[in-house]
Each structure stands twice: as structure tokens, then as C-alpha cells.
């Protein structure tokens, strides 16, 4: 059996971060994501999928994005069901994400407009065009120019 999903789009609002009693964290969101066709209005339709992430990624997750920001999730598709207050069995199917991938600088939410290739993960950085062509806020990069790798310890990186 087979239940992957990849998705690449962006929050409807900002990151829900709790705590299960036993301290392990989660995060829930939205992620809208474009379909690959307008509708018959001609405006771009998209689809709203909830996204649930736990443990170290859910903090991080809860840390670096925010509406707006663009995400790239991987993960499965799972489905629960509970009673609500009234006594209907209520379903919902989520994607519960294995890795999520932080496709642009945080605060930096220029719809689609940005070139940049930026990449911020769990654990990885890596940069594909330069500062000049990045559509969003600009800042002093220390590093642009010079072609020595970065010595940095995983003690040091916040996730």
C-alpha cells in the first residue's frame, strides 16, 4: 500500500501550536493550494487542506511560518472521526506531514511574485538565486561573494 502526498502551497492563517498531556508538541494549519485550472469565471480555484505536524516540527513549524508563507509539506493522508456536542459522528480527513519544507524567507509573502529559490528545512539551507533578484524585503547577506562553506554545529541552528 501506498499513501504519500506532496504538497507545495501556502497557510490560510497563521500556525495552531499546542501541547498533548504527555508534552509532545502539534501544530495545525491550512494550506491552500492551487489547482492546475480556473474556473468557469476565470479566477484560479484552489483547494484549503489541513495540515497537521507534530513533535520538533511542529514547533518549528509554528516558529518560521505564518499566513501567508509558502510550504512545502510531505506526508500521508489520514482520516479519524469523533462525536461532536451534539452527538453527530464527524470526519475529517488530514494530512498528517512527515517533513515540512519552508519555501521562502520568513515575512517574506510576495504571492508567487519572488524568483527566489530559497529553500529552509529541517536541518538544510540552501540558496539557488542571488539577493538582487529576490522581489521581497531586502537585507545584507555576510556570505554573498564568497564561495567558502559555512561552518556552523547543529548546536547552533534553532531547529
Not at 84 to 111: M, W
Request: proline letters at 5%.
Amino acid at each position: 500500500m501506498i499513501n504519500r502526498v506532496v504538497l507545495v502551497g501556502r497557510l490560510t492563517k497563521n500556525p495552531e501550536l499546542r501541547y498533548t498531556p504527555n508534552g509532545n508538541a502539534t501544530c495545525s494549519f491550512t494550506l491552500a493550494v492551487n489547482r492546475n485550472f480556473k474556473g468557469a469565471n476565470g479566477e484560479q480555484e484552489a483547494d484549503f487542506i489541513p495540515i497537521v505536524v507534530w513533535r520538533k516540527q511542529a514547533e518549528n513549524a509554528a516558529n518560521f511560518l505564518s499566513k501567508g508563507s509558502l510550504a512545502g509539506i510531505d506526508g500521508r493522508i489520514q482520516t479519524r472521526n469523533y462525536e461532536n456536542n451534539e452527538g453527530r459522528r464527524v470526519y475529517v480527513t488530514e494530512v498528517i506531514a512527515d517533513s515540512v519544507q519552508f519555501l521562502e524567507p520568513k515575512g517574506t509573502h510576495s504571492s508567487g511574485q519572488s524568483t527566489s529559490q530559497d529553500n529552509y528545512s529541517s536541518g538544510s539551507r540552501s540558496t539557488g538565486t542571488s539577493q538582487s533578484q529576490r522581489s521581497g524585503p531586502s537585507f545584507d547577506d555576510p556570505f554573498a561573494g564568497d564561495s567558502k562553506p559555512i561552518d556552523i554545529s547543529d548546536d547552533d541552528l534553532p531547529f
